[in-house]
């Protein structure tokens, strides 16, 4: 028969030491520095691509719009005329967009002039900044 005898000196330790442990924390800072910019960058870039689907979707409404009752809509009327009957309208034939007019991906209202400045109609969103100019992400996007 074997008899075990229980020796303290051979058991083994596990878990990870207080170095090895800062070395997995050093190497994950690394990564999330190298992810996190690229990741926002991409972000950044997505809502401008939002804004110009959404500047492009509104113009088809508006050309819609006109093609119905024979003009855009007034600055009066904004783009709230592509979703409610504007009052005296008979030729009206909406809505012209399936949901109410959405706002740009920073959460302002798109801004909307007719007559505008650089065409029958003038159609912006200030950007991420809300700022008038701007670059890279703060750039407005306009339809002209």
Not at 67 to 78: K, S
Not at 93 to 102: D, F, I, T
Not at 107 to 122: I, M, N, Q, T, V
Request: net charge negative; hydrophobic share 35%.
């Amino acid at each position: 028969m074997l008899e075990h005898r229980y020796i303290p000196e051979c058991e083994e330790q596990s878990g990870f030491t207080l170095l090895e442990l800062l070395v997995v924390l050093v190497i994950l800072g690394m990564l999330v520095g190298y992810v996190a910019p690229k990741y926002f960058a991409q972000l950044g870039k997505s809502e401008v691509k939002t804004a110009r689907a959404q500047i492009n979707s509104l113009e088809k409404a508006l050309d819609q719009y006109r093609l119905d009752v024979g003009r855009y809509p007034t600055g009066e009327q904004g783009l709230a005329a592509l979703n409610v009957r504007p009052a005296a309208e008979p030729k009206w034939a909406g809505p012209y967009l399936q949901k109410a007019v959405p706002n740009d991906p920073w959460g302002r209202p798109y801004l909307y002039k007719a007559p505008g400045e650089h065409g029958e109609y003038d159609l912006s969103s200030l950007g991420k900044d809300g700022q008038p100019e701007g670059d890279e992400e703060s750039l407005d996007i306009v339809n002209w």
